[in-house]
């Protein structure tokens, strides 16, 4: 079947939770203010969180799969891997529609896996230089982070990985956060969100423009003319140079169907990321930095993010271990 079904997702869901888990939230963060209001174990090993979030001036969801073992009272920490999900989707993609929660059971890793909005593209928007929420870096990077870190065992050792937009976000907060994730991969991402886009001939680049149907586009990062530097800033291509000393893992398919199946016909989101995927790796070996890159035959769609994910999983876990 092309599409996994929620229910093998849970069916792969293995380990007893630990029964030492608290329900009580703990307080806010002094840093951010941002504060657990709910804890919900919604099977083995996976605790969703909600968060009340100043940044998104709401609140927000967090999934978490916890390492055998944990709890909030362990008097050690535990790496973090932080796996994004694409555009219209959310925080259960993951667990959805992979088995993550079985590849990762035995890793003693903590997955975080944030709700990045619909059309978030893993960013503060510009909302026509107003600033405000949504705040999606900031919550990020900032406000979960500190929670996470503070209050339920996450450590220092940081790898991030994502789908699509998520695979933006990736090697978005990889580049913009220097030191914090000791690898980044990408899946089908959109990493060259200015890949055909021509000054002053009024086109509309990627990112906002395509994950954000229904919406204000231009509340993201502005008119990619008008505010030039908000798009580079937010380009992953662009800020390749950044990238420096971060394991990199960069995979796309090329439209086509593939092993894995799919339609008959050629994926035109699919080609258009492997496009992107392809410049930024050549602006990466432009600055002599290092990526492994794995393109193929496929499409966008979860079998080959599931794939993709083992495939860069053992460099991820090398990357947290030092």
Known sequence: ?????????????????????????????????????????????????????????????????VPPGWSRDARRDWPALWLLHGGADDYTAWTRDTDVAELTADSGVIVVMPNG??????????????????????????????????DYGAGGERAIAGNSMGGLGAMLYAARH?????????????????????????????GPSFSCPGTDWRRVWGDPDDQAD??????????AG???????????????????GGWP???????ATYRHSRA????????????????????HAW????RDLHEAYPALMRALRG
């Open 230 to 239: 908000i798009w580079h800033a937010h380009n992953p291509t662009d800020q």
């Open 1 to 65: 079947m092309f599409r996994r079904t929620a229910a093998a997702a849970c069916a792969a869901i293995l380990l007893p939770f630990s029964p030492a888990l608290s329900r009580t939230a703990p307080p806010a963060h002094a840093a951010s203010r941002a504060r657990v209001v709910e804890e919900s174990l919604v099977a083995p090993r996976t605790l969703d969180l909600t968060i009340e979030s100043p940044a998104m001036g709401r609140r927000e969801k967090v999934r978490l799969l």
């Open 303 to 306: 079998p080959y993010w599931e």
């Open 178 to 206: 220097p030191g914090m994730f000791a690898a980044a991969a990408a899946f089908s991402g959109y990493l060259h969100t200015l890949d055909g886009h021509t000054p002053g001939k009024n086109s509309t680049g990627w």
């Open 280 to 299: 930024f790796v050549d602006r990466l070996r432009d600055h002599g930095i290092p990526v492994t890159t794995r393109f193929h035959r496929g499409q």
């Open 265 to 271: 016909f050629t994926d035109p989101i699919e080609a």
């Open 242 to 260: 950044r990238l420096a000393g971060v394991r990199l893992w960069v995979a796309s398919g090329d439209g086509r169907r593939g092993s894995l």
């Open 117 to 150: 909005g619909r059309c978030g593209n893993y960013s503060d928007w510009w909302n026509h230089a107003d600033g405000g929420p949504p705040r999606w870096e900031t919550f990020h990077m900032t406000e979960v982070r500190e929670i996470l870190e503070h």
